[in-house]
C-alpha cells in the first residue's frame, strides 16, 4: 500500500491532501514501525497506536484498511483499497472539488 500512500502524496498534497499512516501498535512494535519508516523514507506521518485503540475506534477489521475525510474530519470514504486506481479517483474528486 506504501508505494501509493507515497504516489498520492506526492500528487496532491500541495492541493491539501494529507496522508497519515496509522499502525496498529496492538501487532507493531514502535521500534519496528520506526525502522520501517526510516529505511523505506516514507515522506508523511506514521503514527504508532500503541494499544490499537484508533484502529478500534474505527473498526478496522482488516489490512490495509482506508479511510477519506474532508476539511472536517467527515469520513467520505473507507474501505479496502483493493484497486488503488478506483481510491485515486475518489482522492481526485474530494481535492478538486
Same mark, same amino acid.
Given at each position: 500500500m506504501e508505494p501509493h500512500l507515497v504516489r498520492?502524496?506526492? @500528487?496532491?498534497? /500541495?492541493? =491539501?491532501?494529507v496522508i497519515?499512516?496509522?499502525? /496498529? =501498535? &496492538?501487532?507493531?512494535?514502535?521500534? &519496528?514501525?520506526? @525502522?520501517?519508516? &526510516?529505511?523505506? =523514507?516514507i515522506p508523511f506521518a506514521v503514527l504508532h497506536d500503541a494499544g490499537g485503540e484508533v484502529c478500534d475506534r474505527f473498526r478496522v477489521e482488516a489490512y490495509p484498511a482506508a479511510y477519506l475525510l474532508d476539511g472536517t474530519g467527515r469520513?467520505?470514504?473507507? =474501505?479496502?483499497?483493493?484497486?488503488?486506481d478506483a481510491v485515486e479517483r475518489r482522492i481526485e474528486a474530494a481535492v478538486t472539488g
Open positions: 498520492w502524496h506526492t @500528487k496532491w498534497s /500541495n492541493q =491539501g491532501l497519515i499512516e496509522i499502525d /496498529n =501498535g &496492538a501487532i507493531d512494535s514502535l521500534d &519496528a514501525v520506526e @525502522k520501517h519508516v &526510516a529505511r523505506a =523514507g469520513v467520505i470514504w473507507e =474501505g479496502h483499497p483493493l484497486d488503488p
